[in-house]
Structures are given as structure tokens and as C-alpha cells.
């Protein structure tokens, strides 16, 4: 029997969110066409999103709409969810890898005793009803496989591991419902503030995009960092750096990949003047694409790269940057 | 304050990775265990705190097999925490994050707490699952992402912001709070040459599997059939473009990425 | 059988030094050496984490370790830069003879506010005329009622520009060699004590050396060490601890010739494999990785020795010897696995053949070394 999925969306800016986008896919391909793919958003102004949710292979949508969600608690969206579950014919929820829905993954399995697995980059049923999911462990250098099993499993996939929901016709049913009462253990409540954007360069976050451009400390002065943004920028990619240039202050440590910075999972990593120290490796080696530029051919970054151009990069990189602004249509 | 703070060692990230012969653990022979990164934040945190709020405690706690569970309790003692207790796990037992959480809420009963941090994830196995499963279990909020928590007496409150995908924010909350930390935000101190001469005297309160074991109540451990481990195909390196002048080796990169590795259109 | 596995304590201690190696140390090694720079702020972090006055007991203000933790310790920090762990157990030869000689009055007058907080002491016994041949030093030592008066030249003397606190050995007539030695402990502030300008060395450069001159410098008795007559002996029981530890620092300068060859010959491809899988090279990497494991068990079996109260002369003198002639055997090799990348600065190799050829200079160079093995030998055949 095919399972029934429920997947948790998001939206950011009112839009629906890529991996919400992953995660709807995945839930169709698990369900096939006898089970049902449930998707849900909590939050405020999800109209645009929720219309969205409802093409991209959706049975139902529901939505919990309350200005008081704009900033949700882990346990105010964990009882909501269980709101939604409980009682229902529902054997898998999906949630996105996002900071905080991740968070989600451990109260549901907690409070349903469900098998729980996060950061999944491969889902497949098994036959005996579960589900078998991959997942990389220690910074991507190995993938545990687990079979989850009994009543009800609850996956956090990883984002960009999956492609996105294609839109199918017609949509399906949305649904509102009103926001069923929070408790919280803590008196007061926490106040949340609303969502400030830490992005400065209007790019995306390291953590969500698709590609992440990073300079290392072949750059030699930060003034010459501008190479990696300018080439980050063309490719609409996230900037982040090895941690040679954030201890030197040419960036922020928010800018850090790495054993000690942020892990990242691109589709296309390109990593420009970075060695390739394996606390560098360990935060990217999950990466789909690895294309290294580097002038030493010895640069460790060569082994773990799917392309390689040696090089002086102070003269590759201006003009890569130059060469995807013209196929891209940008200049 | 009574700051509890939730520690697991962890392979180093130089150690070798093998998966032994029947793919189902690591093999231990040539890891080195160590204090997770994001778990040095959590103890970082809470020292910081420590010094901040006079007359506060801190209590590492970890719930694991002998003997590295035992030597990252005394690495988080050589850092400053006050006290440490090591709930032993009989070795071989598969370490599921559910019955992780269930067996350090008994833990956690016997030591009252203001405050219990964690590392937002574990270094090796980069689940978070058992800091938001706990919370869940005790009734408390929890945030995970965190940097830069701070107490406010007057307010009697907890300040802290929470780095989420797109942003950042702002949280004011009372305890109890399960606060999972972010890494590497903190500049983690390093333990010095006497103090960890003196954590290896430290007394390590221990629970034994025996003490916790019939505290759990019916509950179905081992939420897993199987688990494997399996190690990326060995890179083969990387494919060096040949060109004459920097217009070319673009060129020939923009192509391969577009018709052949199909990352971008 | 000896027991060669490392108890926890020891491992942590190990690890402590491996990580303030890699993360403090090895990211200025290249620079400071290019520069000739002292790392002054390398040295505050090592005595911040108790890595500095390593032999000093803890009740005043040290570290208290064996000579086998010492040098577990000593070899991670040469690993990552030989000079700057030169200047970091500087101090550990300057109290050394306080240690040895002082009386307990003095001991806590001198070294609990000194190793309470980031100071830096100078061992002074080389001069001009000669370094080996200490009982025919010339700086005289003139008694002048409760005090005396210092007056000579010092020479290669480290850290010297930085000290605070020196440690000086003189004579009261040269006649008289080793018996008219007395040793002093003379802090920087005394009239009459200066430090001479920084030397441009070969290697080690990342430790600071200099001349310290002694023009009428006046030095109360109180601050002499042990007996008239006594130094001569402290400074040879002193050279006596200090020379395992100098084992341990070549074995890490050879280790990381080993580490980095072996690394590079594991990458580096000619006649299209690996350089490792052909087998000159697998030759020379086979007898490196062996002068390192030897020089690495003759230094722990020194240390043992003199933890377990031997003097441990004949061992002492052995495990300097051979792991700073390994050191420099290895380090050259080294740079032979990385052909001409090897020669060139921007490769590390080079910097280790230079700093490595001090270890067989310095602390008694190794004629003097083989003449005390020698000595020591015959005994056994006398």
C-alpha cells in the first residue's frame, strides 16, 4: 500500500520555498497515484504560496493562517502539525531542511515515538512498508542508509538534494483553517522578532542556494574578494570563504565553509583560490559540482573537484565571470 | 544559574573514515573521539553565561559508551564546567536519537536546571534531532541556530538570536529553554596544560544503563531495521581544462557546466 | 618489557600541544621565519595555556610536568615551528638552575611572581671565547662585600632582548675554571645589564637571539645561587634536564619532514604514477620514517630514565645526538623527495633543514655530545 504524506511547506517572502518545492515531489513520487500528498503551510500571507502548493501534485492544502504565526515557535508548529496528523491517515511527513522545520523532525518523532531520520538526500519505499533513507554523515565524507519502519516516519530531507515538483492540472483543494490554541510550557511566551535578512549582497543565503561561489587564500588581499563576488553574482550563487579569509577579516565568519563554519550541499560549488584543507572539504565535498581554480596543480582542492582549470586565477576569473554574464544574457 | 549542557564525542574530522566489514559501524580502530564542535560552542556558552550570572553552575552531561563519552566529559571539565555526569551506554547498543532523549530526560531529573544548551547538531552524524526531542519530552521551548545568548536579570529573561536560512531572529524568552548552538560563533576557549591536569582527577558522577534502563517505561527503541554506512566513490580528481589564454579555459568550463554537468541551463 | 602506550592524561596534554602547534603556531611559522620576526604574542597564548614553564612545579606557578611530558609536548610545538618552540622552553632552561641551586626562600621569591604571570627568562653561560668549554668562562664575578660585580660578554643568548630575568654564570678566577663558577639570577632591571641587538641567523629565526653584557653590573649576594663555587655544577645538572627535551624538538622538526614528504610524494605523478610508488623514493621514505621513530625512542627512554632519578647522562646525550643529526639527515632528504620545489621558499622543507641544523649546535654541540658518550661508554670497559 502506498503511504499518505503530509508535507510541511514554507514560504519566505510569501513565496513558496524551493525545498518546499523538493519536498512536494518527493511526497508525490512516494504516495504514486493511490496514496494522498497532503500539503500544508503555517503562517501569515500564505495566499500566493498556497495557490502554489495546490499545482504542484497536492491532493489537498491546508492552511493555518494567524498574524501571530509570522514567527512561530519549534512547539507552537510541532502542535499544529500534530493537529493535522493525529487522527488522520497520514504514514510519512516530510518536512524541508530549513533550520527550523528541521527542529520540527524531533518533536513529532518524540511525542508519536515514529522513526525519524533528518537531512535525507534519498528516499525510496521499501517493501515491507517503510521507507529506506540515505543520508551524508560526517560533513559528507560518508552516507548512512537507514530503513525506518512502524506506524508513521517523519523525514527532513535535505535541501537541493531533490528536484522540484513540476505543475499539474487542476488544483487541488485549499483549505484554511483556523489556528487551532499554542500552549506553551513557558510563561510568558518568547517574544519572537520578525525574520531580519542578514543578506547584504541581495544574493542568497549559503545555506539555500543552488550554487555557492568561495574564495580562499589565493585572493591575497581583500580587496581582490570582489573577483569572487562579481563571479558569484553572475551566476546568482551564495559567496562564502575558507576559513583563511574570515580569520584574516576579509569577510565575515558567516561567510565561512567549513569544518568550523557552514556545511553546504550546492549543486555547484566553485571554489576559487582555496587549497583545499580537508576542515575546508569536510563543509562542501557533498556538493554536486566541484569546479576548483587554483595555480598550484598540487592543491589538494584538485582531488575532491570534478573540474579543474590551473591557473592564474586573478585572470580565469574575470573572465569566467565575463563568459556567464554573456551565455546568461546579462551584459 | 544552573546551566546543564548536553556534550558527544564525535570521530575528529582528520580521522579515517572505514566502514567495517559488513557496512553496519565505523571502525573504531584509528578515530579519535573529540568534543564536537558545536558542542564546544554549547560549553562556551555556558561558561560565558557562567561568568556573566555570579553564583552559577555548569553540568556536562553525555550519554554514551566507555571509554570516549568518559574523556569528552573530562575535555568539557578542562574547559571550566563544574560537574559532569556520564550515563553509560553499554557498548554495541545503537545510539538512536529518540531513546537518547528519553534516557537524558531521567538524567535530567536529578539535576534541577535553569537552562540546558546543546550543539545545534552532533559533528558526525549532523541529525539535531535529540535537543528538540528532549525539549518536547520535558515541555519546554527550544531554538536551535543560536548565537549570542544572553541573560537579563531585571527582565528575568534570555536574549538571543537565532540564525535561520534567509536571516536572522530576535528572541527574548524565560527559562527553562533548550537552546541548541550554532558553531563556531563563539571563538571556543582552549583548556590549559593544568586544567586538564586537574580534570583528570575530577570526579565523573555515573549512571549506570542498569539505574536508567527501567526508568524508560514501554517505549519502542531501535526506530531502524538496519543501518549502514557507505563511503563516497573515491574521487577520481578533477578534470584539469586545457586552454592557451583565460578566454578560453571559460569558454570550455561554461560549456562542460552547461551541456554536461547540466547545473545551469 | 617497557610500557610504550601514553596514559590519557598524557594524550590530552600531546593533543593540547598539537593543536596550539597547528592553530597558533604553524600559521605565522612561514612568516616570522621570513622575517625573522619573535612571535611575542605566540609566547603570551603558550604561557596563557601553561605550555611555557613546563618544568617549573606547580606550587610555583608552573606546569610541574616529567621530563617525558615535557617532551611529548616539545616535539607537537617543533612540529609546527622549530624556532618559536626554541623561544617557548627558553625559560625552561633560565630557571632551571634555580630550580637546581636556589634555596627555597629564593625559589618563591623569584620564580611564583615570575611564572605568575607572562615573563621571559635568559640562560647566560656562552661567551665569545668559547660555548663547549664552560669552565673556561671569562665574565668575572668580583665581590665587593654584600655584593658582587659583574663585568663580561655573553653571547647567542635566547629570548635576551625579551627577558626580564637572566641567569648568569661567572667566575671569580678564571685560574681556578670550573671551581671559581658561581651562577646569579639578575633581573633585567640591574644597572649594567645590556642585551645587545637581535643576530641574523641561519635558521631558528623565529627566536630571538642576542649578546648580553655585563658593564659593572651589581648583584647582591642574595642572588646567588647555591655555594661560591657551585656553578659550574648547576649549570652542567642543569644542561643535564634541558638536553632530552632538545631531542624531542629535533624529532618533531624530523617528523614534519617525514609528514610533508610523504605527502607530496603520495601527489606528486612523474612517468605517470605517484613519485611514492617508485622505489627510490619509497627508499628514502623508509629510512626517514626509521631515523624518526629511533630519535623519537632514545628521547622517551632519556626522559624515562631521568623521571625514574638517574641522572641519565649517557642517554640524555644520546637521544640529542641522534635525533638532531636524524633531523638534519631527514630534513635534507625531505627537500631531495621535493626536487626543486624543495629548494624553494614557498615549499616548507627548506625552512626545516635550516632550523634543524641548530639541534646539533646548540645546548652542547655534538662533538661534545660524542665525547660524553664516549666517556660514558669506556666506564663500562675501564
Redesign the interface.
Known sequence: MRPSVLVVGEAVHGQLSGPSREALNVARSLAGSEGRVTGLLIGHGLAAASAEMATLGTDRVRVVEDAALTSATCSTLAAIVRAEVEGAQVSVVLLTGSVRYRELAGRLAARWDASVATGATELSPTEGGGLRVARPVFGGRATEELDLGGPRCVVALRPHAFPPASTTAPAAPVERRASPPFPTGNAPAPKVSALESTEVTGGPSLGDATIVVSGGRGLRAPENFRLVEELAASLGAAVGASRAVT?AGWRPGSYQVGQTGRSVAPQLYVAVGISGAIQHVVGMVSSRVIVAINSDA?A?IF?VADYGIVGDLFAIVPALTKEIRKVRGLS | MEIVVLVKPVPDAESRLRPNAGGTELDGEGIKWVLSGYDESAVEQALLLKAAVPGSSVRCISFGPA?RTE?VL??SV?LGCDRATWVERPVGMPADPLLCARVLREALRKYPHDLILAGKQAGDDEEGIVPSALAELLGVESFGSVVDLRWHAEEKRFRFQCVLDSGSEKVEAAGPLLIGLQQAWNDPR?????N??R??KATIDRLPWSDVAPLLGAFSAGRTTSQRFRLPPPRTGARLIDYQSPEEAAEKLVKILREEAKVFP | MPDFSLT??QE??RD?AR??AKTEML?KAAEADRLGRFPEEVLRKAW????MNLNIP?EYGG?G?SLLDQCLIVEELAHACGGMTTSIIANCLALEPILLGGSPEQKSRVLSPFCGSYNIASFCLTEPSGGSDAGGLLTRARRDGDHYVLDGEKCFITNAPHASLYTVFATTDPALRHRGICAFYVPRSTEGVVPGKEEEKMGHRASSTSTVRFEHATVPVSQRLGAEGDGFSIAMRTLDQTRTPIGALATGIAQAAVDYASE?AL??RTFGKPIAEHQAIQIKLANMAQAVHAARLLTWQAAWTIDHGKTGTLESSIAKCFASDAAMQVADEAIQVFGGYGYMKEYPVEKLLRDAKLTQIYEGSNEIQRIVIAREHLKAYA
Request: net charge positive; aromatic share 6%; no cysteine.
Open positions: 580569520d598540487q589538494p582531488r | 571509554p574523556e573530562r575535555a578542562a582552549t583548556a590549559t596544560l593544568p586538564i591536569l580534570s583528570r | 590519557a592524561e590530552g596534554v593540547l593543536k596550539f600559521p596563557e595555556l601553561g605550555l606547580s606546569s610536568l607530496y601527489k606528486r
